[in-house]
């Protein structure tokens, strides 16, 4: 049998090779078949994870909230130090200085990326900004993000703290975070389906925890651009679920 591991389609470009040697390392150590399978958008992840094509995943918090409640899905493990975190960002040189600054009518680039969009939305509330007095403009990846601010197509852009760290020191310079979320306990985790979890699930857990031991998977770990992995307890699950869970509301 061959199961199909997929990772959220938010991670760094830099990083997709990675994926590639993190599968390899993951037949050896289970030896299983493992097919991995990299989305281009959110839509046609989901899409795949409806029609039960998906055994693991990386993913990011708010599509993890579905597959633990409604597919069964049990989460083993999580990136070690590493939250999700969003930022909001606008010119350097630009008018806006604080977020009370903007206006309706503000126009927002974003991805299609669900827990950074919805962390976003929740930093404008002290502007009194929302769905019905923004305008609100979906791009395919961060990098077009940036370009639309560049631009000056955009008034804000809606950022993963993580993807705007990658950008070169030109880019950042033009731009400036106006607010930066701190929640912490909101991240990626690492899912198990209900076909692989029941022989494979405890071996995958115990063999991503000893990544940090050896040399050569630590060379996977930085082929993925994680210091490690730590493990997600069901209580760590259930907590950030309720916690997404709150503040989409």
Same mark, same amino acid.
């Given at each position: 049998?061959?199961?199909?591991?997929?990772?959220?389609?938010?991670?760094?470009?830099?990083?997709?090779?990675?994926?590639?040697?993190?599968?390899?390392?993951?037949?050896?150590?289970?030896?299983?078949?493992?097919?991995?399978?990299?989305?281009?958008?959110? *839509?046609?992840?989901? /899409?795949? @994870? &409806? +029609?039960? !094509?998906?055994?693991?995943?990386? =993913?990011?918090?708010? %599509?993890?909230?579905?597959?633990?409640?409604?597919?069964?899905?049990?989460?083993?493990?999580?990136?070690?130090?590493?939250?999700?975190?969003?930022?909001?960002?606008?010119?350097? *040189?630009?008018?806006? /200085?604080? @977020? &009370? +600054?903007? !206006?309706?009518?503000?126009?927002? =680039?974003?991805?299609? %990326?669900?827990?950074?969009?919805?962390?976003?939305?929740?930093?404008?509330?002290?502007?009194?900004?929302?769905?019905?007095?923004?305008?609100?403009?979906?791009?395919?990846?961060?990098?077009?993000?940036? /370009?639309?601010?560049?631009?000056?197509?955009?008034?804000?852009?809606?950022?993963?703290?993580?993807?705007?760290?990658?950008?070169?020191?030109?880019?950042?310079?033009?731009?400036?975070?106006?607010?930066?979320?701190?929640?912490?306990?909101?991240?990626?985790?690492?899912?198990?389906?209900?076909?692989?979890?029941?022989?494979?699930?405890?071996?995958?857990?115990?063999?991503?925890?000893?990544?940090?031991?050896?040399?050569?998977?630590?060379?996977?770990?930085?082929?993925?651009?994680?210091?490690?992995?730590?493990?997600?307890?069901?209580?760590?699950?259930?907590?950030?679920?309720?916690?997404?869970?709150?503040?989409?509301?």
């Amino acid at each position: 049998m061959t199961f199909n591991l997929t990772a959220s389609p938010d991670f760094s470009p830099d990083h997709i090779a990675g994926w590639y040697v993190f599968n390899t390392w993951l037949q050896r150590k289970l030896d299983v078949r493992i097919h991995l399978e990299l989305y281009d958008s959110f *839509e046609a992840q989901r /899409k795949a @994870i &409806e +029609d039960e !094509k998906i055994d693991l995943i990386y =993913a990011n918090p708010y %599509d993890a909230t579905m597959l633990v409640r409604e597919k069964g899905f049990r989460a083993i493990a999580a990136p070690m130090g590493k939250g999700d975190e969003a930022i909001i960002a606008v010119l350097d *040189e630009g008018p806006v /200085k604080e @977020i &009370e +600054d903007l !206006k309706p009518g503000t126009r927002i =680039a974003a991805t299609d %990326d669900p827990d950074v969009n919805m962390i976003g939305r929740i930093m404008l509330e002290p502007a009194d900004l929302n769905a019905n007095n923004v305008e609100l403009k979906t791009v395919d990846s961060y990098a077009i993000v940036a /370009k639309r601010l560049l631009r000056g197509e955009a008034d804000v852009g809606f950022f993963l703290k993580e993807a705007y760290g990658n950008f070169s020191p030109v880019v950042r310079k033009q731009l400036r975070p106006l607010v930066t979320s701190q929640i912490h306990v909101i991240r990626h985790v690492l899912l198990v389906g209900p076909r692989f979890s029941p022989n494979y699930g405890e071996p995958l857990c115990h063999a991503l925890m000893a990544m940090n031991t050896e040399a050569a998977d630590k060379k996977v770990l930085d082929a993925l651009g994680l210091p490690g992995w730590e493990k997600q307890t069901q209580e760590d699950t259930e907590f950030m679920i309720d916690l997404m869970d709150t503040l989409k509301f």
